[in-house]
Antibody, heavy 119, light 108 residues
């Protein structure tokens, strides 16, 4: 079964760092782009960025450039999203997604990681 | 940046047809994808490349795209179709992915 499994929920304080993960299985991890999508409480979906694990080519949405870092370790089929200094406004659900082969839809979604930033 | 606009809400009676629009400048020249998100769940792809359905998605879900509007049509609506729906495109000019504002479908 093709799936993306994300790390568990996190509760952090403002200013702390965080790295969440997304492990792919059931397919060739290095052959598909992996993206990250933010959903703030009660709000819509926002594309954050995307990485090609085969060569680590990475693109960011202008809204998130410089705010987060996307990386991947192809040896363990895992992509990451990290923050160096969290803010309360980073409180949201974060989904990793696989880009569909041959087009630009997101065909596989992780279960989501809830990040709560509160003092 | 490219903007996709959806109506905030659509209401439909069971058995009727729901149509959800997604407006964007010359969207007909792009491939449009649609996602369904039920409360507390991750989104699911229901239509890709304007009108194709992933395996397991009922034929009741269909899509079209022309000019400045793409449309997701849900035929013979069921209570289980109540969810938020999002359109999405890839903007080649910026190499960025864009989601629509989302539409909440309520089954009366």
């Amino acid at each position: 079964e093709v799936q993306l499994v994300q790390s568990g929920a996190e509760v952090k304080k403002p200013g702390e760092s965080l790295k969440i993960s997304c492990k792919g299985s059931g397919y060739s991890f290095t052959s598909y782009w992996i993206g990250w999508v933010r959903q703030m409480p009660g709000k819509g979906l926002e594309w954050m960025g995307i990485i090609y694990p085969g060569d680590s080519d990475t693109r960011y949405s202008p809204s998130f450039q410089g705010q987060v870092t996307i990386s991947a370790d192809k040896s363990i089929s895992t992509a990451y999203l990290q923050w160096s200094s969290l803010k309360a406004s980073d409180t949201a659900m974060y989904y990793c997604v696989r880009r569909h082969s041959g087009d630009d839809a997101f065909d596989i979604w992780g279960q989501g990681t809830m990040v709560t930033v509160s003092s | 940046s490219y903007v996709l606009t959806q109506p905030p809400s659509v209401s439909v009676a069971p058995g009727q047809t729901a149509r959800i629009t997604c407006g964007g400048n010359n969207i007909g020249s792009k491939s449009v994808h649609w996602y369904q998100q039920k409360p507390g769940q991750a989104p699911v792809l229901v239509v890709y490349d304007d009108s194709d359905r992933p395996s397991g998605i009922p034929e009741r879900f269909s899509g079209s795209n022309s000019g400045n509007t793409a449309t997701l049509t849900i035929s013979r609506v069921e209570a289980g179709d109540e969810a938020d729906y999002y359109c999405q495109v890839w903007d080649s000019s910026s190499d960025h992915y864009v989601f629509g504002t989302g539409t909440k479908v309520t089954v009366l």
